[in-house]
């Protein structure tokens, strides 16, 4: 069985249906960490009338929350779990303009520069071949949204080792080398951002004050590189 199936089979061995569809609103935690990703997300890129792809798209929370706050003329989610396609299709069922197929990054099928825009969150770092997934999505679209595991983060380090026996492959990324092979692959502009301080293992109560610090350490020269997650948009024109 190849690192692809063996992804496929630990996700659907591991999904349960009730609780994913719950997303982002399971804990505060998770609540706090989504609606900074897609905020930043959203303060950076106008999603209006485009064509919008999304890898590894789970359950299809981005697709609903954008389509809350923008009017894309097409989105299509993509997961390798055939489980996530039929949560996210429950969960955007009342969107026209939003379609799921099964699939993996690294060869998606879909014609070539018919997106405007091409979206992953949380998900390269599952794919076996990132390199491999990035090339197809400069074949699929014009631009890319990447939120990713920072690997300069020591916490995060910490929690890989959980997985190092599991199928599913978890891992993350060094911000200069992500933005290195995005040059290679001819994108015109690329900009990068450093997010999320706050760690799991903080209590919930408390999660608030540390949000107020966390802000401010987004911004703070050299200290904002140990962040959890980077965020980069990249531009092919």
Request: charge should be positive.
């Amino acid at each position: 069985m190849d690192e692809i199936e063996k992804e496929k089979r630990w996700w659907e061995e591991h999904i349960d249906d009730e609780s994913e569809l719950k997303k982002p609103y399971r804990s505060y935690y998770e609540y706090s960490r989504w609606r900074k990703t897609f905020g930043l997300i959203i303060d950076h890129y106008d999603f209006d009338e485009k064509r919008v792809f999304v890898g590894g798209c789970g359950s299809g929370i981005f697709e609903k929350q954008v389509n809350r706050v923008s009017k894309p003329k097409e989105i299509v989610g993509l997961d390798l779990s055939d489980k996530m396609i039929k949560l996210a299709r429950i969960r955007n069922k009342n969107l026209e303009n939003v379609r799921f197929i099964q699939g993996n990054l690294e060869g998606t099928r879909l014609p070539s520069n018919y997106f405007d825009v091409a979206v992953i969150i949380d998900a390269l770092h599952h794919v076996p071949n990132p390199t491999k997934a990035l090339k197809e999505m400069k074949r699929v679209s014009r631009d890319l949204i990447l939120s990713e595991p920072n690997a300069l983060n020591p916490i995060r380090r910490i929690n890989e080792l959980k997985f190092k026996n599991e199928d599913v492959k978890e891992s993350s990324f060094i911000k200069w080398e992500l933005k290195k092979i995005l040059q290679e692959l001819d994108y015109k502009k690329i900009t990068c951002y450093n997010y999320n301080f706050i760690p799991k293992f903080i209590p919930e109560k408390t999660i608030k004050f540390f949000e107020r610090i966390e802000n401010k350490l987004e911004k703070f020269p050299l200290l904002k590189e140990f962040s959890g997650a980077i965020l980069i948009i990249a531009k092919g024109e």
